[in-house]
């Protein structure tokens, strides 16, 4: 399995950013996807995440209401849609593939990373 992002740049605050992962290898839609983000000196930290059928998603507190997550199962791809972007919201951000169909929000039940995009929001 081999995941990658794409999508990440430099933007003002108040823009907006989609990011993309595109999934090779078998069973996408059987797992769960997610997002990170890790910002310089800071640990990795969940972001959104959304189940197998696309019929659930769940947010870290900060980026609820900003944030949409969404996948197409038939192309094999994740999106995070970034609205308010916010200089806070600076970090690499990964996609990552989950180990079952359910909400996952922990780095350790992901076993498949993407390579991370880079998203700098000036103030």
């Known amino acids: 399995v081999q995941l990658q992002a794409s999508g990440g740049g430099l933007v003002q605050a108040g823009d907006s950013l989609t990011l993309s992962c595109a999934a090779s290898?078998?069973?996408?839609?059987?797992?769960?996807m997610g997002w990170f983000r890790q910002a310089p000196g800071k640990e990795r930290e969940f972001v959104a995440c959304?189940?197998?059928?696309?019929?659930?998603?769940h947010y870290a507190n900060s980026m609820k209401g900003r944030f949409t997550i969404s996948r197409d199962n038939a192309k094999n791809t994740v999106d995070l849609r970034m609205n308010s972007l916010k200089p806070e919201d600076t970090a690499v951000y990964y996609c990552?593939?989950?180990?079952?169909?359910?909400?996952?929000?922990?780095?350790?039940?992901?076993?498949?990373w993407g390579q991370g995009t880079q998203v700098t929001v000036s103030s």
């Open positions: 990552a593939r989950g180990k079952g169909i359910v909400v996952i929000t922990t780095t350790g039940w992901y076993d498949y």
């Open positions: 290898g078998r069973s996408f839609n059987m797992h769960t």
């Open positions: 959304i189940t197998w059928s696309g019929g659930s998603t």
